[in-house]
């Protein structure tokens, strides 16, 4: 019978073949973007490292971090969904009110500072890729990307037994976007209580902002999708905070975004809040001529006591 020095070495080799084979089949297994489930991951060749590509743009994209919201909007056109609405809270933060599009990124993957439609309307936007003036044809310009440099995430909590403590509740955000969103500490510069509502201040300049850091607005983005129960995290559920073992269920969330630069929209964006005090104006000056009308009419004694009465019903009776 043949002795084992004579069969090892085949032997060996068909080992050392099925492990590879195995290792391979398990590395593809989990070839997956942690922090980014709209991708599609595949080795890069033969035997190769994972390497994944954000859907819609085919981007590569570093999955041990989190991806830009530009790429990320980008992904979610393949899978539309219904587009999210802001509040504007006061008059230079701009809300999102165009909802989804699909944006223009440069090669970093960045929001365009011009941004444009099917029916060839084109806009600025911001850092963030919100819409900061009226929308134009192509001949639009949009000199640089103005960066969003502050933003308010304004939360209101479901009732609870008693109110969380701050001091608490301060620690375990600015640990969740620590870890989570991996959002370097010094870019979360407060975090106010008033039960129940919750703000969460992010701010980070041009000049602030490190190679390798994230993007306040990045984070802002996967925190918004995760209190959505819509995480951008691969095999993870929406968001799940405790505060003190207390679960903390977020019922409203609010973005604003304040850029460096002031929005540039014309009259025509009025708000319904400022038409609404422009109509009060109106109706006081009206008030006022009333008045002195009255008062002539008492002075010259030709004045005689009326009721006051709704306008509809004064515009009925026959003039005095």
Same mark, same amino acid.
């Given at each position: 019978?043949?002795?084992?020095?004579?069969?090892?070495?085949?032997?060996?080799?068909?080992?050392?073949?099925?492990?590879?084979?195995?290792?391979?089949?398990?590395?593809?297994?989990?070839?997956?973007?942690?922090?980014?489930?709209?991708?599609?991951?595949?080795?890069?060749?033969?035997?190769?490292?994972?390497?994944?590509?954000?859907?819609?743009?085919?981007?590569?994209?570093?999955?041990?971090?989190?991806?830009?919201?530009?790429?990320?909007?980008?992904?979610r056109?393949?899978?539309?969904?219904?587009?999210?609405?802001?509040?504007?809270?006061?008059?230079?933060?701009?809300?999102?009110?165009?909802?989804?599009?699909?944006?223009?990124?440069?090669?970093?993957?960045?929001?365009?500072?011009?941004?444009?439609?099917?029916?060839?309307?084109?806009?600025?936007?911001?850092?963030?890729?919100?819409?900061?003036?009226?929308?134009?044809?192509?001949?639009?310009?949009c000199?640089?990307?103005?960066?969003?440099?502050?933003?308010?995430?304004?939360?209101?909590?479901?009732? /609870?037994? %008693?109110?969380?403590?701050?001091?608490?509740?301060?620690? &375990? =955000?600015r640990? $969740?976007?620590?870890? !989570?969103?991996?959002?370097?500490?010094?870019?979360?510069?407060a975090?106010?209580?008033?039960?129940?509502?919750?703000?969460?201040?992010?701010?980070?300049?041009?000049?602030?902002?490190?190679?390798?850091?994230?993007?306040?607005?990045?984070?802002?983005?996967y925190?918004?999708?995760?209190?959505?129960?819509?995480?951008?995290?691969?095999?993870?559920?929406?968001?799940?905070?405790?505060?003190?073992?207390?679960?903390l269920?977020?019922?409203?969330?609010?973005?604003?975004?304040?850029?460096?630069?002031p929005?540039?929209?014309?009259?025509?964006?009025?708000?319904?809040?400022?038409?609404?005090?422009?109509?009060?104006?109106?109706?006081?000056?009206?008030?006022?001529?009333?008045?002195?009308?009255? /008062?002539? %009419?008492?002075?010259?004694?030709?004045?005689?006591?009326v &009721? =006051?009465?709704? $306008?509809?019903?004064? !515009?009925?009776?026959?003039?005095?």
């Open positions: 019978m043949a002795s084992g020095p004579g069969l090892a070495p085949p032997l060996l080799r068909l080992l050392l073949l099925v492990a590879s084979v195995a290792h391979l089949a398990a590395a593809q297994g989990n070839c997956t973007c942690p922090t980014n489930k709209m991708t599609v991951c595949g080795p890069d060749g033969p035997g190769g490292r994972c390497q994944c590509r954000a859907l819609g743009s085919g981007v590569v994209v570093d999955c041990s971090t989190l991806t830009s919201k530009c790429l990320l909007l980008k992904a056109m393949s899978v539309p969904k219904a587009g999210r609405k802001l509040v504007k809270p006061s008059e230079h933060a701009i809300v999102d009110n165009d909802g989804l599009y699909d944006p223009e990124c440069d090669h970093e993957g960045r929001f365009k500072a011009r941004q444009c439609n099917q029916s060839s309307e084109c806009w600025c936007v911001n850092s963030v890729g919100v819409r900061r003036t009226d929308k134009g044809d192509q001949s639009l310009r000199d640089e990307v103005v960066r969003t440099h502050h933003i308010l995430i304004d939360l209101r909590h479901r009732p /609870t037994a %008693r109110a969380f403590n701050h001091s608490d509740l301060d620690a &375990e =955000l640990r $969740l976007f620590r870890e !989570r969103y991996r959002l370097h500490p010094r870019y979360v510069a975090v106010h209580y008033e039960e129940p509502t919750i703000q969460i201040e992010l701010r980070q300049n041009a000049s602030q902002k490190g190679p390798g850091d994230v993007d306040i607005a990045d984070a802002a983005y925190f918004e999708r995760d209190v959505k129960g819509e995480s951008l995290f691969a095999g993870r559920s929406g968001l799940d905070v405790r505060v003190r073992g207390e679960p269920h977020v019922e409203r969330t609010l973005i604003y975004y304040l850029d460096e630069k929005p540039r929209f014309s009259m025509k964006r009025l708000t319904a809040g400022l038409i609404a005090v422009v109509v009060v104006v109106a109706v006081a000056l009206v008030a006022g001529v009333v008045v002195l009308v009255i /008062t002539n %009419r008492r002075k010259s004694g030709k004045y005689r006591k &009721e =006051l009465k709704e $306008l509809g019903e004064m !515009r009925n009776e026959p003039s005095l």
